[in-house]
């Protein structure tokens, strides 16, 4: 790490157990200003531009942060079923997200409702796919580690699919509240519309917005598995070879597995 005049950073100190000899190191440089200043632009910008609905979409984004930490971490450390964990924890995050954010209403229950439901199939569907791929979930460097601090307790099979469930949760609010809102909107101005026709209306918009996020969340995971893309092209080992690896196969299976959640 390339340090500047005035940097703040993390001191890492050692001693080692033989003779007692201190080493010191530069662990991380302090980062902590530039992110807090993002979080509070984020947070201004939020409450600027959507008024009070921001500020209820920011109290449930922090409540689902809530129960990710201080929920759905530690029933994990303690050993608790991960997929049925997952369920329950995805189930408080999105009523927090649904309801705080849109209010107790007709929309906001039929939303809730239908991605609950999406969370559950899913959940039956990564287990299948889990199973029939053989992940064993320690195809990165924080697993590895993570085992050795739990001295192998944890279920890392059932850690993938928690984590999958979790990580596309905030797509399936948006589809699922979008379309409940797009049906009561066309229902309400175009009362001269039966109930079919209405919903084959809100069926066209669905396509296309299922369209739309389905390449959303397919380049989401491509940006974040950057580094694993140079990793396959600049290897010269075959092409399926590679692709056959846990940490390149598990991303490519949450990309389509998320996807088919969102029909």
Known sequence: IV????DKFFLYHSIDGIDGRESYSVRDIDRRPAIFFFIALFVFVVVVFSGKQGVRS????????????????????RGYPPIFTS?????????????FTHGFNRVSTVAFTGTVLAVILTGVLAYVGVTLAHFTG????????????????????????????????????DIAVTQAAVVR?????????SRKEVYKKALG????????????????YTGASLPLLLLFSSASSI?????????????????????????
Do not use: W
């Open 58 to 77: 920011l109290i449930g984004l922090a409540g689902s942060f809530f129960v990710i930490l201080y929920v759905l971490i530690p029933s994990l450390l």
């Open 3 to 6: 340090l500047e005049k005035g």
């Open 185 to 193: 909107e066309l229902y309400s101005s175009a009362s001269h519309l």
């Open 239 to 263: 092409g399926s070879s590679i692709m056959n690896q846990e940490m390149f196969s598990y991303v490519i299976y949450c990309m389509f597995v998320g996807s088919i959640r969102l029909f």
């Open 205 to 220: 918009v669905g396509k296309e917005h299922v369209g739309a996020l389905v390449n959303t969340l397919a380049l989401a």
């Open 87 to 99: 369920i329950v924890v995805a189930t408080i995050i999105l009523f927090l997200a649904i309801y």
């Open 138 to 173: 320690f195809a990165t460097e924080e697993a590895f580690y993570l085992n050795l601090n739990t001295r192998g307790t944890l279920d890392f099979t059932g850690l993938l699919l928690g984590g999958l469930m979790i990580g596309v949760l905030g797509v399936l609010d």
